[in-house]
Structures are given as structure tokens and as C-alpha cells.
């Protein structure tokens, strides 16, 4: 019942480090380079990312593009999958009591996830690493987004066998903890013990 779990990586550090054939880059909507990881990663990739991406006309928020590493393939990473995730609060009918899947930025920011894994599954990539897409600047709440990313994540490798490993890169231990909350694994075949 829980597969997924034995393709599924949680680590705190540098997405450009990681022993990977794909990373996901958490870019805007020019994917011309900007702070945070985005910035990290055309820093590391090199110029020949930023030449390339101007030739790409941007990406929509919810979607996804694919490019070559550049430099990075000096690291194994043979692809980096641009996404670019909601910015929390442009529901203009949102409240704020909506439950999980129930806002636009849940839908776009599910929809960013979606994208990678399809694309990384058409370019034969083995292994993934995702940071926690539109939880920086753009303001995604870290619990909620994490749900989303995790929730994808099982029901893509369920279907799926590729990629075969797909890695949850956080930028801190606190962040990590969530991930892990959300991926232990769950046991429906032992009794409940209630009481003492």
C-alpha cells in the first residue's frame, strides 16, 4: 500500500548539489532568473540557461518547461524543469477558510507539480528534486503546500514508474519535518488500540 514511500526522498540543502537527473526550478512567470532558489540555480547553471530561456517566451503560472542543465551537467543533473508557482492571496474569491483544494493558488500550485512529474516522465528522467515550490516570497503557506506537493507526488508514482526517485529538497530542518510528517508511512492493518 505504500510504495511510493520507498521513491520518495527527503533532504535539507543545495538543490544544485544533489545527485539527480532533474531539478525543478521554482522560477517567475520570465524565467529569465530571479531570488531564492531560481537565482541559485541560473548561478549555477551559467549564462547559457538565461540565453536559452529568453528564446522560451516565458511560462504561465500552474506550468512547466523543460531545458537543458548547462552547467550543471558537469554535476550529472541533465535537465532543470521550470515551474512557476502561485503567489499566496490572487484568489479574488478567497476568504480564507477554504479547505484544502479549494483555492485557485491550490489548484495552480497542483497543477506546477503535475507539469514536472509528466515531463519528467516523457524525458525519461530517473530522478527528480523538488523545493517547496511559491513557499518564499510567493507566500504559500509551508503545511498546505507541502500537503499538495506530497499528495501529487504518491498519486503520480501509484500510475507511474518514472521517475523512479523523486527528492523533496527544503531549505531548512523545520521545513523537513513536515515533509516527513506527511510521508510516514501509515499502517491501516494493525488494530486500533484504544484505552490503555
Not at 59 to 86: M, N, W
Not at 95 to 114: A, H, I, K, V
Not at 181 to 187: F, Q
Request: with cysteine; net charge negative.
Amino acid at each position: 500500500m505504500n510504495e511510493w514511500l520507498a521513491r520518495v526522498e527527503i533532504v535539507v540543502g543545495d538543490i544544485t548539489q544533489l545527485d539527480v537527473d532533474a531539478i525543478v526550478n521554482a522560477a517567475n512567470e520570465s524565467l529569465l532568473g530571479g531570488g531564492g532558489v531560481d537565482g541559485a540555480i541560473h548561478r549555477a547553471a551559467g549564462p547559457g540557461l538565461l540565453d536559452h530561456n529568453r528564446t522560451l517566451g516565458g511560462c504561465p503560472t500552474g506550468q512547466a518547461k523543460i531545458t537543458p542543465s548547462f552547467d550543471l551537467a558537469e554535476r550529472g543533473i541533465r535537465y532543470i524543469v521550470h515551474t512557476v508557482g502561485p503567489v499566496w492571496g490572487t484568489d479574488p474569491r478567497a476568504d480564507g477558510t477554504e479547505p484544502l483544494g479549494y483555492r485557485l493558488e491550490d489548484n495552480q500550485l497542483s497543477r506546477c507539480y503535475q507539469g514536472c512529474l509528466e515531463l519528467a516522465r516523457d524525458h525519461g528522467v530517473t530522478s527528480i528534486a523538488f523545493p517547496a515550490i511559491s513557499t518564499g516570497v510567493y507566500g504559500f503557506p509551508k503545511e498546505r503546500a507541502a500537503q499538495i506537493a506530497v499528495g501529487h507526488v504518491r498519486a503520480f508514482l501509484a500510475r507511474e514508474s518514472t521517475p523512479e526517485r523523486v527528492i523533496f529538497c527544503c531549505f531548512s530542518e523545520a521545513d523537513a519535518k513536515v515533509y516527513r510528517a506527511l510521508v510516514s508511512p501509515v499502517d491501516y492493518e494493525s488494530p486500533i488500540q484504544i484505552g490503555e
